[in-house]
């Protein structure tokens, strides 16, 4: 299948400051990207949906200027946390679509931890 | 929501067929049916997905009943690797539809 690549695996901030995460569709090109945040034992919740070159369209009680999405190119998008806190910490997933069929692929997902 | 509905836990010995179960009653005539799986602290994995026909791949078989009202992924012999959260999910096949997640079942393979 298409592969989705996500960077960094994992990373630890100190509360307050922003972290970005990078979701990279390798093989080919994904018109339209979603984020995810997924609770330890708990299922994926859907954050956002961002199509190339246009804003991010956010799931209710999802915080649109604390998560900044950005989808510059066919091939990337970034999740941006902003003035982070600890109870942002999680299992933060990125997905594509646009490859075969429009099945969606998901990158490896990126552990957020604040302290 | 979801709009799925699957047993939460299951347990399947080492080389056995696995087959798990999915309702979905409420599918409408342009939604596919998607499996993926989750391996602890991954991202989910495409299995297969189908619209009417029984479907088969490299990783496992889709089965879906006349009515399209359910289905069943079957893994025709199981591995330890296949132990995983397996959601399975109705969408439309259109580009920017997401994926909503119910909350799967845990499979559990054994030797």
């Known amino acids: 299948g298409a592969v989705v690549s996500q960077h960094p695996s994992r990373v630890i901030c100190k509360s307050g400051t922003s972290v970005k995460i990078e979701c990279r569709s390798l093989d080919f090109q994904a018109t339209t990207m979603f984020w995810y945040r997924q609770f330890p034992k708990q299922s994926l919740m859907l954050m956002a949906t961002s199509n190339e070159g246009s804003k991010a369209t956010y799931e209710q009680g999802v915080e649109k200027d604390k998560f900044l999405i950005n989808h510059a190119s066919l091939t990337l998008s970034t999740l941006t946390v902003t003035s982070a806190h600890p109870e942002d910490s999680s299992f933060y997933i990125c997905?594509?679509?646009?490859?075969?069929?429009?099945?969606?692929?998901f990158g490896e997902g990126s552990w957020l931890t604040v302290v | 929501d979801a709009k799925t509905t699957q047993p939460t836990s299951m347990d399947c010995a080492e080389g056995r067929a696995a087959n798990l179960p999915c309702n979905h009653s409420?599918?409408?005539?342009?939604?596919?049916v998607y499996w993926y799986r989750q391996i602890h602290s991954q991202g989910p994995q495409y299995i297969i997905h189908?619209?009417?026909n029984n479907e088969t791949n490299e990783m496992a078989s889709l089965i879906i009943t006349e009515d399209r009202k359910s289905s069943t992924l079957i893994l025709p012999h199981a591995t330890l690797r296949d132990t995983a959260v397996y959601y399975c999910?109705?969408?439309?096949?259109?580009?920017?539809?997401?994926?909503?997640f119910g909350k799967g079942t845990t499979l559990s393979v054994s030797s």
């Open positions: 997905s594509a679509s646009g490859g075969s069929g429009n099945t969606i692929y």
């Open positions: 189908g619209l009417k």
């Open positions: 409420t599918i409408s005539g342009n939604e596919y």
């Open positions: 999910i109705v969408r439309d096949n259109q580009a920017g539809t997401a994926l909503i």
